[in-house]
């Protein structure tokens, strides 16, 4: 069976075609190209290994799409993208301009392209195809951040956020953004409060249709998504255990049964699709559900990646106080 964090890519992409012990190597592989001036920085990265730059980073690029969320949240417009169309589609809250070069597919990026864009970093998670990390690295500095941690999904999206932003040279920046978003938590919690809602349990998942099967993933308490609306005063009302990077789980129709009358919010995406207002429309075993017999299926605004930065998990609050107006 393979890894999770290939299991997350895998799923990923399966999701976009309907609709997260180190070295002690010298990282710096072929001399790294100097910014654009300032003092040398190291920063160690989620493996533990150092990354040595010139100074802050400028041209960098990004093969994940929480990485480029954070980029351009710090005011660093990447010079290379994954999957520039597919982002577009998943990534509202930090649009790229018509800039970035595309690097194909975010498991295994282009390393043609990577070498030919005169690259100061690249920003990476562990969910590369194996070897791809290596032969990126044989050319320009690498920095790793985690994809997702479900001990702490919204400490490890802080940790990511510093990490790139000490490479470069953003720091204050990045101070601001997590200040913005501590205080949109503690706004949606008051108006969960204001809307008597607090306490109140939601499932929330995602789906995608596979050899004609709907295949849903709930994300259990340890998501990203689950630890905001938990900071907001709401509940996970899944009763599994999602996997130990993203708090992701696998289930079907049938598994639904296991919840009671909850509130049951999704993600879909125009561009690919929605296996609960289609495939799943006519089955019985849908229609009997408590929330749906009673009207508590809620699908939020397109284009919130479930797996970004700060400005991501801002829109999630917004979209779970206006669902909890509905």
């Known amino acids: ?78 010079v290379g993208v994954s999957d520039i169309e597919g982002y577009g589609q998943w990534v509202s809250a930090a649009p790229l301009d018509d800039t970035p070069t595309d690097l194909g597919t975010r498991g295994e990026p282009s390393i043609d392209t990577l070498g030919s864009l005169d690259l100061d970093l690249v920003v990476v998670t562990d969910s590369l195809v194996e070897g791809a990390l290596e032969q990126i690295e044989s050319k320009v500095p690498v920095l790793v951040i985690e994809g997702g941690d479900a001990e702490n999904p919204i400490g490890s999206m802080f940790e990511s956020l510093d990490l790139i932003a000490k490479a470069t040279g953003t720091e204050d920046k990045a101070a601001q953004l997590k200040t913005e978003f501590d205080t949109r938590l503690a706004e949606g919690k008051a108006e969960v409060e204001r809307l008597g809602a607090a306490g109140e349990q939601v499932a929330f998942s995602d789906a995608y249709v596979s050899s004609g099967s709907v ?64 495939e799943l429309a006519d089955n019985a075993i849908w229609q009997n559900l408590p929330f749906v017999k009673s009207g508590k299926v809620e699908r939020l605004p397109d284009s919130l990646w479930m797996f970004g930065g700060v400005k991501s998990m801002e829109q999630y609050v917004d979209a779970a106080i206006a669902a909890l107006g509905h």
């Open 215 to 278: 295949s849903i993933r709930p994300f259990t308490k340890g998501s990203l998504v689950s630890a905001v609306f938990e900071r907001i005063g709401l509940g996970n009302a899944w009763p599994m255990e999602g996997d130990a990077a993203y708090g992701l789980a696998q289930a079907d129709v049938e598994g639904l049964t296991q919840l009671p009358d909850v509130r049951f919010w999704y993600m879909a995406n125009d561009a690919f699709g929605d296996p609960y207002a289609d």
């Open 1 to 78: 069976m393979r890894t999770t964090r290939v299991i997350i890519g895998l799923s990923a992409a399966a999701a976009l075609m309907l609709s997260g012990c180190g070295t002690t190597e010298d990282a710096s592989g072929a001399d790294p190209a100097a910014a654009n001036g300032g003092d040398p920085i190291r920063v160690t990265d989620s493996r533990g290994k150092e990354v040595k730059l010139d100074g802050p980073a400028e041209r960098v690029a990004a093969t994940e799409w929480n990485g480029v969320e954070h980029l351009v949240s710090l005011g660093v417009m990447p």
